[in-house]
């Protein structure tokens, strides 16, 4: 049982233009949720925030847009740049210290 | 960056042969987590441990054992490793743990091939 969900594998944008990720969670008690951006041969590495108590928070081009009702956040990048191009995992977490991810999609920004 | 590392960063063994991998952070954080990353599936829990000779299972924690004897060392442990357990693996670690602000810092994976 897939609980937090990243149904695009794959996502193509041209350098400039804006890129959203998207990603669904089943679980109403996750009340934590993060991105993270993940090169080849590299570990994750944190991008961005955002706790259920709001339903959005930037950073710089990041932003990051949480819709409880739906159980949907999104990533927004702008403008993308080919320095983007990476997996970008979505994580969840419910009162616990144990979060589960989503299976990734990969972001290609063409120049 | 966190300092996490992970030895080794790469490995090839055979099927049936005990394999260990370490995670050695230098920040002093409570919790330590174990991961391994396949293709379609993302990152999925291993272990993980909420403090020294305190740990607990993840959602694919079969064939797999942990240790932590020391907050710094995680040790992730197969058994018996089999051609399934082929995969890189993360080493993760969080300051309180708690959701709600905290925020996991992985290392930089160790790629283990059982062939």
């Known amino acids: 049982d897939q609980q937090v969900k990243q149904n695009s594998p794959s996502l193509s944008v041209q350098e400039g233009r804006i890129s959203i990720l998207n990603c669904d969670y089943t679980?109403?008690?996750?009340?934590?949720f993060l991105w993270y951006k993940k090169y080849p041969a590299e570990g994750p590495t944190f991008l961005i925030s955002?706790?259920?108590?709001?339903d959005k928070n930037e950073d710089g081009r990041f932003t990051v847009f949480l819709n409880k009702s739906a159980k949907h956040l999104s990533l927004h990048i702008v403008p993308s740049q080919p320095g983007d191009s990476a997996v970008y995992f979505c994580?969840?977490?419910?009162?616990?210290?144990?979060?589960?991810f989503g299976t990734g999609t990969r972001l290609k920004v063409l120049a | 960056d966190a300092g996490i590392t992970q030895s080794p960063r790469h490995k090839v063994t055979e099927t049936g042969t005990p394999v260990t991998l370490r995670c050695h952070q230098t920040?002093?954080?409570?919790?330590m987590y174990w991961y391994r990353q396949d293709p379609g599936h993302g990152l999925r829990l291993i272990h993980y441990?909420?403090?020294?000779?305190?740990?607990d299972k993840g959602e694919v924690s079969d064939g797999y054992s942990v240790s932590r004897s020391k907050t710094e060392d995680f040790l992730l442990t197969l058994e018996s490793a089999t051609s399934s357990q082929t995969s890189v693996y993360f080493c993760?670690?969080?300051?309180?743990?708690?959701?709600?602000?905290?925020?996991?810092?992985f290392g930089p994976g160790t790629r283990l091939t059982v062939l």
């Open positions: 993760a670690i969080s300051g309180t743990g708690l959701a709600g602000g905290d925020t996991q810092y």
């Open positions: 679980n109403s008690m996750f009340d934590y």
């Open positions: 955002i706790s259920s108590i709001k």
């Open positions: 994580a969840a977490s419910g009162g616990t210290y144990k979060y589960i």
């Open positions: 920040e002093n954080h409570r919790y």
């Open positions: 441990s909420y403090g020294v000779k305190d740990t």
